[in-house]
């Protein structure tokens, strides 16, 4: 059998072919190797400013001359800064890399309206201690008013202070092992659960809650700041009930002058209103 004849046409483009073929194989890897190289590089210098500072933490901190001369609080809005100062027990002269971070915020977070802390250092001697305070979704009522932002956690309600949040009862606290209180978790779901589908439906409904009541047999009562009506529901069908809810009053606004004192929603298609 004759072998087929390769013209010089075909013989160039094959060539070509290959050409193109070994350009893309090349650009392909190019980029991976570039990215290994990276983060090979990024991982030595890491590992290196790692062991720098193990090596010489030491050192700086018998260093005399690095010490605090300033203290300066940061974030806080309510705690007063001259209580935060007092509880970091950190004073001038203090070595500005000898003192113990950890045990610094432990202190701090006795405040149960401090929920987070960071603490930042200069080589000028100033030490800054910048505090995320906790931000309140509700006033509990456990014997005394209390304060409880989304985790649960509680503090006690200032003196002369005014807060524009729903008063909730019904509910348990518990004390943590850091003698802070806080609301039980299987009531925090059942409360974020409730004013989550109230905002779905209307958040300046939710925002008009003035009370709210859990009961032990699965009800829950809610007053509201603009009307003098008293709103009891389960919390079985809670989104069917809510929406049922915003509906009646609804009809109720349509009615000009006419105020209804109580609504039952404890069934979630029916409405008893009186």
């Given at each position: 059998m004759a072998k087929k004849r390769i013209g010089?046409?075909?013989?160039?483009?094959?060539?070509?072919?290959?050409?193109?073929?070994?350009?893309?194989?090349?650009?392909?890897?190019?980029?991976?190797?570039?990215?290994?190289?990276?983060?090979?590089?990024?991982?030595?210098?890491?590992?290196?400013?790692g062991y720098g500072v193990n090596m010489y933490m030491p050192k700086l901190k018998k260093i005399k001359f690095l010490t605090v001369r300033k203290v300066k609080v940061k974030g806080n809005e309510?705690?007063?800064?001259?209580?935060?100062?007092?509880?970091?027990?950190?004073?001038?002269?203090?070595?500005?890399?000898?003192?113990?971070s950890k045990k610094v915020k432990v202190r701090l977070q006795q405040i149960p309206q401090i929920g987070k802390v960071s603490i930042h250092r200069s080589f000028t001697g100033a030490l800054t201690l910048e505090v995320l305070e906790r931000k309140p979704i509700a006033l509990v009522n456990l014997g005394t008013i209390q304060l409880m932002d989304k985790t649960g956690t509680l503090w006690p309600l200032q003196k002369n202070s005014y807060w524009s949040l729903p008063l909730i009862s019904g509910v348990q606290d518990t004390l943590m092992h850091s003698s802070i209180r806080k609301v039980k978790k299987d009531y925090i779901k059942r409360i974020t659960k409730l004013l989550g589908e109230i905002a779905k439906e209307d958040v300046m409904v939710q925002k008009d809650i003035s009370q709210i009541c859990f009961e032990q047999d699965g009800m829950v009562s809610l007053k509201f700041g603009s009307k003098r009506t008293l709103v009891r529901l389960s919390e079985k069908n809670i989104g069917p009930a809510i929406k049922n809810v915003m509906q009646v009053f609804k009809t109720v606004d349509a009615q000009k002058g006419y105020q209804p004192h109580y609504i039952n929603m404890c069934y979630s298609d029916l409405a008893f209103v009186k």
């Open positions: 010089a046409n075909q013989r160039l483009r094959s060539f070509e072919n290959r050409k193109k073929r070994k350009a893309k194989a090349k650009s392909i890897k190019r980029p991976v190797f570039t990215g290994l190289a990276i983060f090979c590089f990024v991982i030595v210098l890491g590992s290196l400013i309510k705690v007063p800064t001259d209580q935060i100062v007092s509880l970091a027990s950190i004073n001038k002269g203090d070595p500005l890399f000898g003192l113990n």
